[in-house]
Protein backbone atom coordinates (compact mmCIF):
# COMPACT_ATOMS: atom_id res chain seq x y z
CA UNK A 1 0.00 0.00 0.00
CA UNK A 2 1.61 3.48 -0.67
CA UNK A 3 1.76 5.97 2.13
CA UNK A 4 -0.59 8.58 0.65
CA UNK A 5 -3.57 5.64 0.22
CA UNK A 6 -3.03 4.81 4.04
CA UNK A 7 -6.03 5.71 5.77
CA UNK A 8 -6.14 6.55 9.19
CA UNK A 9 -9.57 6.07 9.97
CA UNK A 10 -10.00 2.72 8.64
CA UNK A 11 -7.18 1.46 9.76
CA UNK A 12 -8.58 2.33 13.44
CA UNK A 13 -11.74 1.35 12.33
CA UNK A 14 -10.00 -2.65 10.71
CA UNK A 15 -8.44 -2.71 14.50
CA UNK A 16 -11.74 -3.90 15.77
CA UNK A 17 -11.23 -7.74 13.61
CA UNK A 18 -8.45 -8.15 15.95
CA UNK A 19 -10.56 -7.23 19.45
CA UNK A 20 -9.09 -4.17 19.80
CA UNK A 21 -12.33 -2.23 20.56
CA UNK A 22 -12.35 1.38 20.65
CA UNK A 23 -15.43 2.98 22.03
CA UNK A 24 -17.09 5.85 19.62
CA UNK A 25 -16.18 8.52 21.63
CA UNK A 26 -12.13 7.71 21.66
CA UNK A 27 -11.84 7.16 17.63
CA UNK A 28 -11.66 10.84 16.88
CA UNK A 29 -8.76 11.00 19.31
CA UNK A 30 -6.99 7.53 18.34
CA UNK A 31 -7.59 8.74 14.74
CA UNK A 32 -5.66 12.34 15.48
CA UNK A 33 -2.85 10.41 17.46
CA UNK A 34 -2.16 8.04 14.81
CA UNK A 35 -2.19 10.76 12.15
CA UNK A 36 0.54 12.59 14.46
CA UNK A 37 2.35 8.91 14.12
CA UNK A 38 2.33 8.93 11.02
CA UNK A 39 3.57 12.28 9.97
CA UNK A 40 6.83 11.56 12.53
CA UNK A 41 7.46 8.16 10.94
CA UNK A 42 7.68 10.18 7.81
CA UNK A 43 9.73 12.02 8.78
CA UNK A 44 11.92 10.05 10.64
CA UNK A 45 11.66 7.00 7.49
CA UNK A 46 12.83 9.71 4.83
CA UNK A 47 16.14 10.49 6.86
CA UNK A 48 18.85 8.50 4.29
CA UNK A 49 21.32 6.96 5.91
CA UNK A 50 24.62 6.08 4.50
CA UNK A 51 25.61 1.96 3.39
CA UNK A 52 28.66 2.64 5.64
CA UNK A 53 26.64 3.26 8.80
CA UNK A 54 26.70 -0.30 11.20
CA UNK A 55 24.45 -1.27 13.76
CA UNK A 56 25.23 0.19 17.35
CA UNK A 57 25.23 -2.44 19.84
CA UNK A 58 25.17 0.72 22.72
CA UNK A 59 24.58 4.21 22.71
CA UNK A 60 27.72 6.50 23.13
CA UNK A 61 26.81 10.31 22.96
Given at each position: M??????V????????LLDLKIE???R?????NFER???IANLVNSFALPEEI???P???P
Amino acid sequence: MRREEFDVGEYVDLMGLLDLKIEDEYRDGVVANFERIRAIANLVNSFALPEEIEVAPVFEP
